[in-house]
Structure formats: C-alpha cells, structure tokens
C-alpha cells in the first residue's frame, strides 16, 4: 500500500535572515553539513576531499546559465519572457508573465535588442508559450547577451535587478554548454583548488549535462505532490560519461552526485539494475519519497525551500526524518539557505 504524501508534511520554519544573498568568498569557503545515518557532523566545503575515498567518482553538471530573462513588448502591452528550453530550430518553450496578452502568430519585440523579434506559436497555455526566434542561434545568442538578465532566483532580492557579479557568482567552474536558467547550486561551491584537492585524492570525475529550467522555482500549489508535474528539461549522459562511472563502480567506487540535477539525470538513466546508459532527451522525473535510488551513493546539494520538489527529493534520498532533523539543525547553528547559500553532504538511505 503507497503511504500518502501532503505537501504540508515537507514544510518547516526558516528565518528570512537565513537566506543567502551572496555567496561565500572564496566560494568553497561555504560550511557543508555531512548527513550519515549515524548522525551529522558539521564541516566545511573544504573538507569534501577527506570525506571522499580514492576510487569514487564525482558526477558534476556542466550546463551554463544563460541570460533567459528577456523584457518585451507587443504593441504597447509589456511582457516578461523567461526562456525556458529549446525547442530546436529557433523554438523555445518560455514562461511568459502577461501571457493572457498574447494571440498564436503575434510577434513581440525584445526590448534592448531592437532586431530580435519572437513569434508566438499557438495560444499560450497555463502562463506558457512557444516562441520561434528564427533559424540563426547566434542572432540570440548576440541578442541574449546584450538584452536579457542573469535569472536569478525570486528570493535573491535584486530590486534594481542583477548586480554586475552575479553574472560570474550565479555561474558554476564546470559550467561548459549554455542553455540553463538556472545553475546546478550545489557546483557554485567549487574552486580550481578544490578539484586539484579531489583529485589527488584519486577521485574520478564524469560530467553530464542537465539544462536546469525555470519550473525548478515553481511552488507545488496542491496538497498531493504526486499531482504536481514538473517542466521536462534536456539533458545527456555521454558514452563516455557512462563508461567512466561504470568503472568507478566495477572497481568499488561510490557515486557522488554533485547536485540534484545530476541526480534527477543520473536516475532517469539508469536501467532496472542502476546501470547507467547513454542517455540524451527530455526528462520530468519527480524524485519522492518511497522512489528506489538506483545510481548515487552520495549527493551534496544546498538547502532547499520549504514545500519544495527539491527538499522532497532530498527527503526521498537520505530519509525524510533524517532531513527533518537535518534542515532543523542547520537553522539553530544559522546555515545559509538556497543558491547562494551552504552545502550538505548526504549519504544514501538503506
């Protein structure tokens, strides 16, 4: 028999205070709570090497943040597009904000880069719309650059919009293929240093790529969270990727999950078995509790927010006592909540 789930059961109390409007500097200077199932230690991001064996392999995400949030207009009505995901061919699936204004075969004009104009392809539905930039990635590109904004998460208050730094801070050291609108966070935390520390200590590293689309913000509106839907978003496992945690693993290796998006992929390519396959294509994988984790061993990822997909998933993946009990210890002792926020370090449940 499946155990209800309510959205009210993955709610807790968070000081606004706690919640991080710039990261830490240097970036791996970041605390990082470990979660075990023998209790938690408090350590610091730099001490992610010592906690790592020779033999395991890091799965790290190299998508990169583009600058998705476009101010437009069609006529004199003005619309906020947020770029969501291509589509393929100039097509991009966008969370439109005014969507009701839009009619199928309206063109809007981006404003601040006067020759990009969009098409929208049928009528918009439930806040979104497909829009048709036209064949030549490199006339968005150029326009993104000099029109669009750093997406940074609504609770990063920016009331004059994104500061100059946020461009590099909101931008992860693997970042590598754009297309993302928001960054894999737990990678934020990761210095040249860092890495040369992980790898001499004789983990492997494997890199995947997930582009992180703008429903990871939406908020779960129901009491069933198995009702809820999220956005699919692209993403790839290469070959090579594979072979390189296969062998981690052959050899007696642990998976370490950098981040819950490289977990959502890792888990969507997996056969029965957890065998990791060449994978590239859409995934909306709603990560619950009660799901049997079939790839990673380890995941660090940051602190999520109440009622969320994210603390859901964190809640499927270490126990949900255990992250109750977790969250509630990083609040007393003042951790840094969200994208700029501190790191955890979480073993597997049984």
């Known amino acids: 028999m499946t155990t209800p789930l309510r959205t009210a059961d993955f709610d807790f109390d968070l000081p606004e205070a706690l919640i991080a409007q710039a990261p830490a500097r240097p970036r791996d200077a970041a605390r990082m709570l470990v979660v075990r199932p023998g209790g938690l230690t408090d350590a610091g991001v730099r001490d992610l090497p010592g906690l790592l064996r020779p033999g395991d392999v890091m799965v790290v995400n190299d998508t990169r943040v583009i600058p998705a949030r476009l101010h437009a207009r069609r006529g004199a009505a003005r619309i906020e597009v947020m770029l969501n995901r291509a589509e393929g061919g100039g097509v991009w699936h966008a969370l439109i904000r005014n969507a009701r204004r839009l009619r199928d075969g309206d063109v809007i004009a981006i404003e601040g880069a006067e020759s990009c104009t969009a098409k929208v392809l049928g009528a918009p539905e439930g806040g979104a719309a497909l829009l048709d930039f036209g064949p030549d990635p490199a006339a968005l590109a150029a326009a993104l650059e000099q029109a669009g904004e750093i997406p940074l998460p609504p609770y990063i208050a920016r009331p004059e919009g994104p500061r100059p730094e946020d461009a590099a801070d909101y931008q992860a050291i693997f970042a590598a293929r754009p297309g993302a609108v928001a960054a894999p966070t737990a990678s934020l935390h990761f210095t040249p240093a860092l890495l040369d520390a992980i790898s001499a200590r004789g983990v492997a590293r494997a890199t995947v790529t997930l582009h992180v689309g703008a429903g990871t913000f939406l908020p779960l509106r129901g009491d069933d969270p198995r009702a809820h839907r999220l956005h699919a978003e692209w993403g790839e496992v290469t070959e090579e990727a594979a072979a390189t945690i296969a062998a981690a693993r ?61 603390f859901m998933l964190v809640c499927a993946f270490a126990g949900t006592a255990r992250m109750k009990a977790a969250y509630a210890h990083a609040v007393a002792r003042g951790y840094r909540f969200y994208s700029y926020g501190d790191a955890s370090l979480l073993e597997r449940a049984a």
């Open 250 to 310: 052959a050899a007696g290796g642990r998976v370490v999950a950098i981040g819950t998006t490289a977990l959502r992929l890792l888990e969507s390519a997996a056969d029965e078995d957890g065998t990791i396959r060449p994978f590239r294509g859409l995934t909306d994988l709603f990560l619950l509790p009660g799901h049997r984790f079939r790839t990673a061993d380890l995941l660090m990822t940051n602190f999520h927010l109440p009622k969320s997909t994210l």
